[in-house]
């Protein structure tokens, strides 16, 4: 952690800002100050040198634009390459998973090369998935439901380096290009390495408060006390019944 101040870094708001998402990066701060530990935002914009010093990176999701401009960003800037290949953690969403895997196809159905660092591939599913989405974790540290909200036409399929982060009850998750046989059970979400990606919006933090602080702890090296936050247990509960989860 950089000078006892946890550093934030929520990259290329501009393009990938679309749905929210640089909320997560609020929610974090907010979640190290209530502990009492320091914490500062970076916005790292499309014309920006990415850093590789920083804690935690946030990558938001956006529309087929954007989602272009964005994967010519992360190849041609080595900073977020740097900053995982020192174990820095980052959450990506929606549209940045699909930026991080080998490649993605567009919606001109040409195929875009990714930055690499997912051993994922994404392809049209043929319809857009959109909705409420839950999923039981299956990353360790993990034990609370995960909801969000997905917006997407991508199926994502995951080679053997990569793990989903949770089993969907509710919803599409990662989806299945159009043409292949949909799985037995449907997955959301890679986790690989120091990355965790999901296709759920919310902000995802702000519904998933327990994945907010295990990204905190990684960063920081602390075991977290428990946070108790007025509301946001109830609130969640009022969400998962309304859903039947």
């Known amino acids: 952690m950089s000078e006892s101040t946890l550093r934030i870094g929520v990259l290329m708001p501009e393009v990938l800002g679309t749905y929210g998402d640089t909320g997560n990066a609020i929610v974090l701060k907010e979640r190290a100050r209530r502990r009492s530990i320091a914490a500062e935002i970076i916005e790292v914009g499309l014309l920006d040198t990415i850093p590789e010093s920083l804690d935690i990176y946030t990558l938001g999701g956006g529309e087929d634009t954007a989602q272009s401009l964005a994967a010519h960003k992360l190849r041609e800037d080595p900073g977020l390459m740097r900053a995982l290949d020192a174990g820095r953690s980052l959450l990506a969403i929606c549209a940045s998973l699909q930026v991080l895997g080998r490649w993605y196809r567009d919606a001109r159905d040409q195929r875009v090369a990714g930055l690499g660092v997912l051993d994922i591939t994404t392809d049209p599913q043929g319809s857009r998935s959109i909705g409420e989405l839950v999923s039981e974790p299956m990353l360790e540290g993990l034990t609370e439901t995960l909801t969000g909200f997905e917006n997407h036409g991508g199926g994502t399929v995951l080679g053997p380096e990569a793990q989903p982060l949770g089993r969907v009850v509710k919803g599409t998750g990662n989806g299945t290009p159009e043409g292949c046989e949909p799985a037995p059970i449907a997955y959301d979400?890679?986790?690989?390495?120091?990355?965790?990606?999901?296709?759920?919006?919310?902000?995802?933090?702000?519904?998933?408060?327990?994945?907010?602080?295990?990204?905190?702890?990684?960063?920081?090296?602390?075991?977290?006390?428990?946070?108790?936050?007025?509301?946001?247990?109830e609130l969640r509960a009022e969400r998962l019944a309304m859903l039947g989860a």
Not at 200 to 219: Q, W
Not at 226 to 233: F, K, R, S, Y
Request: glycine residues 12%.
């Open 189 to 233: 979400g890679v986790v690989q390495g120091s990355i965790i990606a999901t296709y759920m919006h919310g902000p995802c933090l702000a519904r998933n408060p327990e994945l907010a602080d295990l990204l905190i702890s990684r960063a920081t090296g602390l075991d977290l006390e428990p946070l108790e936050v007025p509301g946001v247990a």
